[in-house]
């Protein structure tokens, strides 16, 4: 597993304090145990992170398969490069390949629909977001790898399907995860050993206090950081469509 927070498992917390997600959830369909499966991923993780950090360490693993979720953060970043973010993705897929991995990254729904962000901010990441699945079709079509597409994936907008922070999957929208990219790896000839359930069980309850507490010391600092960084981007977004949007001056 390679990629961001919600590789982490943000989202899914089990009792302990750790986090389960869509990794684990994939590694007991395909009856792997727990001395073959790798989480490489951490939180905050740009597609450039992958690349330079845990591609490494994957490769040192020499997996069977490999699932891929990265790329929100970037979108949210006033340096966003989608030429340098195709070139990062190209080296993790070609240097997995490599090796005999079956490399399976994800292209993204609209998050701006599950945060509810005001319009300027919600226009500026779907145009990102536009930009970064651009992107990840492109290095899809060109090495001929499977891909998972949260935007077509059944109840990706359903709020049971996001946690309380609306940023990370909740455990149920793990497993829907886990179950999108278990019908792709059968389709790709890999056995599925145990179906993956949509029925949550096993992961920890959290009561309101823990998600108000989580909301006033992770959430909104977070989006007030990143809100802050895309501001600029939106303010160009919202400029381009007050020209495209006046009408010509008569004669």
């Known amino acids: 597993m ?8 943000l989202g899914d917390p089990l009792p302990g304090g750790t986090w389960r997600g869509v990794g684990p959830l994939v590694a007991e369909a395909l009856g792997i145990e727990p001395d073959g499966y790798l989480n490489a991923s951490f939180t905050g993780a740009r597609m450039r992170c992958v690349r330079t950090e845990q591609l490494p360490v994957a490769l040192a693993h020499r997996p069977e398969v490999v699932l891929l979720i990265v790329g929100m953060n970037d979108t949210l970043r006033s340096d966003f490069d989608a030429e340098a973010i195709a070139a990062d993705l190209d080296e993790v897929v070609t240097g997995l390949h490599a090796v005999g991995s079956v490399v399976i990254p994800v292209r993204f729904h609209d998050h701006g629909r599950v945060f509810r962000l005001p319009g300027s901010l919600s226009r500026a990441l ?3 977001i536009d ?5 990840i079709d492109g290095v899809v079509a ?9 935007m077509a994936l059944p109840g990706a907008y359903d709020l049971t399907a996001w946690s ?4 990370h999957p909740s455990e149920l929208g793990h497993r829907m995860l886990a179950q999108g990219y278990a ?13 993956v359930s949509l029925e949550c069980s096993g992961g920890a309850t959290a009561g309101a206090v823990q998600h108000v507490g989580w909301l006033v010391v992770k959430g909104i600092p977070w989006l007030w950081r990143r809100g802050r960084d895309l501001l600029p981007y939106a303010a160009r977004i919202m400029w381009r469509s007050y020209w495209e949007d006046r009408p010509a001056p008569s004669r």
Do not use: F, K
Request: net charge negative; proline share 5%.
């Open 183 to 195: 019908d792709l790896l059968t389709q790709a000839g890999i056995e599925i050993r145990v179906p």
């Open 126 to 128: 779907r145009s990102r």
């Open 164 to 167: 309380v922070d609306r940023l």
């Open 2 to 9: 390679l990629g961001d927070s919600t590789a982490v498992g």
């Open 142 to 150: 060109a090495r001929g790898v499977p891909c998972l597409d949260l």
């Open 131 to 135: 930009e970064l699945n651009a992107v």
